[in-house]
């Protein structure tokens, strides 16, 4: 069982799955519905303040070089070209429900990154990424009824 909880985990908090392969996984290995979406939703909120620290420290140290600079003024142009209208539209909301939909190319990774890019508040953001993190995970749990946890 602790080998399914440590393979839940690193694919919920891997940039390839998140929690939308790290709660089937784990339920599909006959985990408890609640440890598989308990774990899932942990792995996938460790992502918003890992991933801003990352971002935060990288552009401290390598903004005056100029490749670095250029990639992520490109990187930052194809991010609001691509979500940036809605997102910052509907602020905290459109953050929210980017991040829930569970659809390739969605969810913590791309909210964090898209909330950088369009600056918005760090504390709306991580409340916002939570949100749709937490609704995402539900939405990935076989039978979310909450009636029977076994």
């Known amino acids: 069982m602790l080998e399914i909880l440590i393979y839940t985990f690193l694919l919920s908090i891997s940039p390839f799955g998140e929690a939308r392969a790290g709660i089937p996984y784990a339920v599909l290995n006959?985990?408890?519905?609640?440890?598989?979406f308990v774990v899932g939703l942990v792995a996938n909120l460790l992502i918003f303040p890992?991933?801003?620290?990352l971002i935060e420290t990288f552009n401290?140290?390598?903004?005056?070089?100029?490749?670095?600079?250029?990639?992520?003024?490109?990187?930052?142009r194809r991010a609001k070209k691509g979500v940036g209208a809605d997102i910052?539209?509907?602020g905290f909301w459109g953050l929210m429900v980017f991040v829930m939909i569970p659809l390739p190319g969605t969810g913590a990774y791309?909210?964090?990154?898209?909330?950088?890019?369009?600056?918005?508040?760090?504390n709306k953001a991580?409340?916002?990424v939570s949100i749709g993190?937490?609704?995402?995970?539900?939405?990935?749990l076989p039978d979310p009824t909450w009636v029977v946890w076994d």
């Open 50 to 53: 890992m991933l801003a620290w």
């Open 133 to 140: 993190v937490f609704i995402s995970c539900l939405i990935m």
């Open 126 to 128: 991580l409340l916002s």
């Open 60 to 76: 401290r140290r390598l903004w005056p070089h100029r490749t670095y600079k250029k990639g992520v003024i490109k990187l930052g």
């Open 30 to 36: 006959d985990m408890p519905l609640l440890w598989a």
């Open 88 to 90: 910052q539209k509907y």
């Open 110 to 122: 791309m909210g964090t990154l898209a909330a950088y890019f369009l600056k918005i508040e760090r």
